[in-house]
């Protein structure tokens, strides 16, 4: 939407939207620079304080993604003028407030605004030290891939709105979207100097899609092992009758250049499609960093795997994606 634009040059700008990073980063002076994000959805869960609380954490996840501290939000709502119960509103904005405040940050305002769909989300600033950031083009060969949170949201979000999703699998994914990714991008941050090369967050486009931005942008490959990937429970017996409507989608977009060795079965690959609300996030470090970085990441409560390998994908190879 935004490539046709013609932007100025402008050295503050460290970030902006056409690397497909997560979030834009603005460098105010030499120690200090904005990370801004924006992301808001219709409702993914039927509990409403449980949405609020899921979008808040999935919008502040871009600036942990960007080894980002946020600081402030304000939030962004759309209501229907009738019909919709004031106290789901009510619990919505509260579910949003108690996330944001268990991630130290403040709500400043936002902006509400009537419509046929239920929407809500957040407008989220923070903090990095300039070079600081972490974007998707660091990715070396040789590197670990790390990933924090289990697959599967998109599916048991649509197991949810056909009424087919069993409860423990419901609480599971709730969990884990609610999750914020604050403990694991501490874990990431406070790593040996320069062992986080790049990080992103899995959300819309599923693992691949993330991971395929991450491999274009730094020219590399990455080889996902599929017998590695965290799964939320229940997530297998739902996949075989439900897929996230976006899922299909993404593999057209991304799919040409995954190369799908013959172990990874169906449900695998419904997974690795799956898109995700409130992933977790995924990280390309230095190999001798990575068993010390996932062990401080397990020790932190984090449920986090070493999903793969970054390799050098040889000048005009198509290739970005190689899951076995
Ligand atoms: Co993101
Ligand atoms: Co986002
Ligand atoms: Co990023």
């Not at 969990?175 to 040996?192: D, F, K, T």
Request: negative net charge.
């Amino acid at each position: 939407m935004l490539s046709d634009i013609r932007v100025p040059q402008d050295d503050r700008v460290l970030v902006d939207f056409r690397t497909a990073d997560d979030a834009g980063v603005y460098a105010l002076d030499e120690r200090t620079a904005l990370v801004q994000t924006v992301d808001f959805f219709t409702p993914v869960v039927d509990d409403p304080y449980d949405f609020g609380a899921i979008a808040a954490a999935n919008a502040l996840s871009d600036v942990y993604a960007m080894g980002g501290v946020p600081i402030s939000a304000l939030a962004i709502a759309a209501f229907p003028q009738r019909g919709f119960p004031a106290g789901d509103v009510q619990a919505i904005f509260r579910g949003g407030f108690d996330a944001l405040r268990a991630a130290g940050v403040v709500l400043l305002g936002g902006h509400t605004v009537q419509d046929s769909e239920v929407k809500f989300g957040y407008a989220v600033t923070g903090t990095v030290v300039p070079g600081r950031q972490w974007t998707n083009a660091g990715a070396r060969p040789g590197d670990v891939l790390l990933l924090t949170k289990p697959l599967g949201t998109g599916i048991v979000s649509t197991a949810i709105k056909h009424g087919a999703a069993p409860e423990a699998a419901v609480r599971a994914a709730v969990a884990a979207m609610r999750g914020l990714n604050a403990e694991a991008a501490r874990v990431l941050r406070e790593a040996p100097p320069g062992a986080v090369h790049a990080c992103t967050d899995i959300t819309g486009f599923g693992l691949i899609g993330h991971a395929s931005e991450v491999a274009e942008a730094s020219g590399v490959r990455l080889r996902i092992d599929v017998a590695a990937l965290p799964e939320l429970p229940g997530v297998r017996e739902l996949a075989v009758r439900f897929r996230a409507g976006g899922a299909a989608t993404t593999e057209a977009h991304f799919g040409a250049r995954v190369r799908l060795g013959p172990e990874v079965d169906g449900l695998s690959r419904a997974l690795m499609y799956d898109p995700q609300t409130s992933g977790g996030l995924l990280a390309s470090v230095e190999a001798g960093a990575g068993p010390g970085l996932l062990e401080a990441l397990r020790r932190a409560g984090v449920e986090a795997a070493a999903v793969g390998r970054v390799e050098a994908r040889p000048a005009g190879d198509q290739v970005l994606i190689d899951a076995r």
